[in-house]
């Protein structure tokens, strides 16, 4: 099967399933609970909100449970025992959410059972599917993922949320001031991962309104805490700058909104915090033994059979955690407590399932029947008028955005290098940045790891509000992440900019790529998020540091992220940087851009007549750069060596072996485009690049990897210039760098005749 018909049958597949979706059709009107609770102004809970937050917590629980079981019915489990964990805490954060200044995020987001059960319990979904659709639907998938109600920000892995929350939540406060506010539930596993961390002094030192909920039930993934990290996270999270708020319990609403008041309170002051479920222990003021456990949740007798099948005396003291996994899910919960204490009959419920159990049965237990109160005032509030929430998807990849006025790009072309000059890319960059955050102050927003004065956004700087521009010093890592979050604080065009050298986001930077793989629009298509992730200092173009970090593989890292992409730039000289940077803030969505350090020529037209680039100039993919008369073979240079190919042409016209030039600004082409384009050169492509493209025993990859396939399916012959092994490299200049490399106009001049 060639490329063409596979894609065009995956699209076919993609719209399918897309066709299938109740809720993934962009804009959502839904009619909930009229249960919404301004945090800001409302002191104390009423009674009925209280009641009313127990019933509909009951109904989420309810429906986790007949949804496992109907799992079970295919031999499927889950994340049961968490996500019963996450609804009472979630259901009261879902109704102080607003879905414009106050938000929230999920951390341990395969408890999402629990997050769909409570969305359901509100009415933004519809309760069978949750039962019917868990696990095997788009709509309602694995792990926490956007649909109305929900959240924007799709979990992954553990620790990702605790940085890009904190985005969000900085985020709102530039756009909205007093009031914004984000909520982030979290586990007690995730915490420690160095994001987590990072992200905790992140939010210290940019002061974000945000708090941070532990769910801490004393279980991971496959036995205790004690088992596997014995470590109390509050004096480590504390030492970050997070202000620690303890609690006895999540599962008490009133102690529970009492805590959310004094962290609203504090993130209004610029003062992060954790919400901490101490649990409740013995002490000079009670006896806490599985009795008090006992009476505390109403399930006396069947404790006391529990602990008597398993030789426990009842008077044995306990620890009881105040976020408890299994919650209301009686056995197993009982079988979490026993473990985190170390008592027999103990078993870790993450993987909780419905394997193997009546599902009527376990509805039946105590813990799942509300009250007669509580029943009256859902009832109450189901038949109440219904509030009305509007979702709206993210613009879609490619929408306007910050588009800068002709007057402007005609201003800054003035006071762009001529041709004649050699200068390094990052003066474009760095000039268009300027003029974009000149022109729209209020929509620019910059992240820095220190090295703003190196990768060129200190100008743009000058031009925005502190409350627009954040220094993270060499957190890279959650940097990325952190511009992730800025981008889901606002639906306006928006540029949101984080820079740092290539070689850190291939490394340590790459999760910030990685999350939009699982960060889906409201139209059901996961895509990158409105963020330009700026690669500084890209290829062997390092100035003399032999930096063993070097971003060779740079252009690999944005074409397998293509697909999540608007456009990736590769500009060739410092006027096509400002083309670039002027096109990726002019439009919405995902941006990547490769800026190389060191000095190139200005690039010009091949009658002299001026600059190649003018600042006016739309981007385009490829740009003819030299055109000889006869020319049967083509060059294809990907950015920096542009000028290498020029050399190259010049000096085969002159020997009688005419060949044209085209530099590749970025992706993706225009493929029947360049495939067209291709087609008129039968005797065939070579293509230069400043990047790894591997060699006969890994296979081609970058740039090379791409014309390789164009020119099979074209039937022409074709060659590639690039690093095939980085291994050993001299301490010296670009130029000679390049040379060892066999980054050469003689290497082309060859390829070209060996065609």
């Known amino acids: 099967m060639t490329l063409d018909p596979a894609w065009a049958a995956q699209q076919?597949?993609?719209?399918?399933?897309?066709?299938?979706?109740?809720?993934?059709?962009?804009?959502?009107?839904?009619?909930?609970?009229p249960l919404h609770i301004d945090i800001g102004r409302q002191a104390n809970l009423t009674r009925d909100q209280i009641l009313g937050l127990q019933a509909l917590e009951i109904d989420a629980a309810r429906t986790a449970i007949s949804s496992l079981a109907s799992l079970a019915t295919i031999g499927e489990l889950d994340h049961?025992?968490?996500?019963?964990?996450?609804?009472?805490?979630?259901?009261?954060?879902?109704?102080?959410?607003?879905?414009?200044?106050?938000?929230?995020?999920?951390?341990?987001?395969?408890?999402?059972?629990?997050?769909?059960?409570?969305?359901?319990?509100?009415?933004?979904?519809?309760?069978?599917?949750?039962?019917?659709?868990?696990?095997?639907?788009?709509?309602?998938?694995?792990?926490v993922s956007w649909i109305p109600g929900?959240?924007?920000?799709?979990?992954?892995?553990?620790?990702?949320?605790?940085?890009?929350?904190?985005?969000?939540?900085?985020?709102?406060?530039?756009?909205?001031?007093?009031?914004?506010?984000?909520?982030?539930?979290?586990?007690?596993?995730?915490?420690?991962?160095?994001?987590?961390?990072?992200?905790?002094?992140?939010?210290?030192?940019?002061?974000?309104?945000?708090?941070?909920?532990?769910?801490?039930?004393?279980?991971?993934?496959?036995?205790?805490?004690?088992?596997?990290?014995?470590?109390?996270?509050?004096?480590?999270?504390q030492a970050m700058g997070i202000e620690i708020i303890e609690i006895p319990s999540l599962h008490d609403v009133v102690g529970l909104y009492a805590a959310y008041r004094q962290a609203y309170t504090l993130a209004q002051k610029g003062r992060p915090s954790l919400i901490y479920p101490t649990g409740y222990r013995t002490d000079d003021q009670q006896v806490v033994d599985l009795k008090h456990f006992a009476e505390q949740y109403g399930i006396v007798k069947e404790t006391e059979a529990f602990a008597k099948a398993n030789n426990v005396a009842t008077s044995t003291k306990i620890w009881v955690p105040g976020a408890l996994m299994s919650y209301r899910d009686l056995y197993p919960m009982l079988e979490?407590?026993?473990?985190?204490?170390?008592?027999?009959?103990?078993?870790?419920?993450?993987?909780?399932?419905?394997?193997?159990?009546?599902?009527?049965?376990?509805?039946?237990?105590?813990?799942?029947?509300?009250?007669?109160?509580?029943?009256?005032?859902l009832s109450a509030l189901r038949q109440a008028k219904p509030r009305l929430v509007k979702t709206l998807a993210r613009p879609a990849s490619g929408s306007p955005n910050l588009v800068l006025s002709k007057d402007v790009c005609e201003e800054a072309d003035k006071k762009l290098p001529p041709i004649g000059k050699e200068t390094s890319p990052r003066g474009g960059s760095q000039a268009a940045y300027e003029a974009v955050a000149k022109s729209f102050p209020e929509r620019v927003f910059v992240i820095s790891c220190d090295l703003d004065a190196s990768t060129k956004l200190d100008k743009a700087r000058q031009h925005i509000k502190p409350d627009h521009q954040f220094e993270m010093s060499i957190e890279e890592q959650v940097s990325a992440m952190m511009a992730n979050g800025l981008a889901m604080s606002s639906r306006d065009p928006q540029l949101n900019v984080f820079s740092t050298f290539a070689a850190f986001f291939e490394g340590i930077a790459r999760e910030g790529f990685e999350m939009w793989r699982y960060q889906r629009n409201l139209n059901g298509v996961n895509e990158g998020l409105n963020v330009c992730m700026h690669l500084s200092h890209v290829g062997a173009c390092t100035g003399r540091?032999?930096?063993?970090?070097?971003?060779?593989?740079?252009?690999?890292?944005?074409?397998?992220?293509?697909?999540?992409?608007?456009?990736?730039?590769?500009?060739?000289?410092?006027?096509?940087?400002?083309?670039?940077?002027?096109?990726?803030?002019?439009?919405?969505?995902?941006?990547?851009i490769g800026i190389p350090r060191d000095n190139l020529p200005v690039l010009a037209k091949q009658d002299g007549s001026g600059p190649l680039y003018k600042a006016t100039d739309d981007w385009e993919p490829i740009t003819s750069f030299?055109?000889?008369?006869?020319?049967?073979?083509?060059?294809?240079?990907?950015?920096?060596?542009?000028?290498?190919?020029?050399?190259?042409?010049?000096?085969?016209?002159?020997?009688?072996?005419?060949?044209?030039?085209?530099?590749?600004?970025?992706?993706?082409?225009?493929?029947?485009?360049?495939?067209?384009?291709?087609?008129?050169?039968?005797?065939?492509?070579?293509?230069?690049?400043?990047?790894?493209?591997?060699?006969?025993?890994?296979?081609?990859?970058?740039?090379?990897?791409?014309?390789?396939?164009?020119?099979?399916?074209?039937?022409?012959?074709?060659?590639?210039?690039?690093?095939?092994?980085?291994?050993?490299?001299?301490?010296e200049g670009h130029m000679e760098t390049w040379e060892h490399f066999g980054i050469t106009a003689d290497a082309l001049v060859d390829a070209v005749k060996g065609l």
Request: charged share 20%.
């Open 150 to 237: 929900g959240t924007q920000l799709g979990s992954g892995r553990l620790g990702v949320m605790i940085p890009t929350a904190m985005g969000q939540a900085v985020g709102l406060r530039a756009k909205h001031g007093e009031g914004a506010w984000v909520v982030c539930h979290c586990g007690d596993a995730g915490w420690i991962s160095g994001q987590a961390l990072n992200g905790f002094n992140g939010a210290d030192l940019q002061k974000a309104p945000i708090t941070y909920i532990m769910h801490r039930n004393g279980i991971q993934l496959s036995g205790s805490n004690k088992e596997i990290m014995d470590k109390d996270p509050r004096p480590i999270i």
């Open 80 to 143: 049961l025992g968490g996500g019963l964990d996450l609804t009472p805490a979630l259901t009261l954060t879902v109704a102080c959410t607003d879905y414009e200044k106050k938000e929230y995020a999920i951390e341990n987001g395969h408890c999402s059972i629990g997050y769909f059960g409570v969305l359901s319990a509100f009415g933004f979904i519809d309760k069978q599917d949750v039962i019917d659709k868990f696990r095997r639907d788009l709509d309602i998938a694995g792990h």
């Open 336 to 377: 979490c407590v026993f473990l985190v204490n170390n008592l027999p009959g103990g078993k870790g419920h993450h993987d909780g399932s419905m394997k193997g159990r009546k599902e009527e049965e376990v509805l039946a237990n105590p813990m799942m029947q509300a009250t007669s109160e509580q029943q009256a005032a």
């Open 626 to 731: 030299r055109r000889y008369e006869g020319a049967t073979k083509l060059i294809l240079a990907m950015g920096a060596p542009a000028f290498l190919a020029d050399q190259a042409a010049a000096r085969l016209a002159e020997a009688g072996t005419p060949v044209d030039v085209a530099i590749v600004n970025g992706m993706p082409l225009d493929l029947p485009a360049t495939l067209k384009l291709i087609k008129k050169y039968p005797g065939g492509v070579v293509s230069i690049e400043d990047g790894l493209i591997g060699g006969l025993s890994s296979g081609l990859r970058g740039f090379a990897a791409v014309v390789a396939g164009l020119a099979c399916k074209a039937a022409v012959p074709a060659d590639f210039i690039g690093i095939v092994d980085p291994r050993t490299a001299p301490s």
């Open 545 to 592: 540091d032999h930096f063993s970090g070097w971003g060779l593989d740079w252009i690999s890292l944005a074409l397998g992220y293509l697909p999540y992409l608007h456009r990736f730039y590769a500009p060739a000289d410092v006027r096509s940087a400002f083309v670039a940077v002027k096109d990726l803030a002019a439009h919405y969505g995902a941006h990547i």
């Open 12 to 33: 076919q597949r993609n719209q399918q399933l897309l066709d299938t979706s109740r809720y993934l059709k962009g804009d959502v009107e839904s009619k909930v609970v």
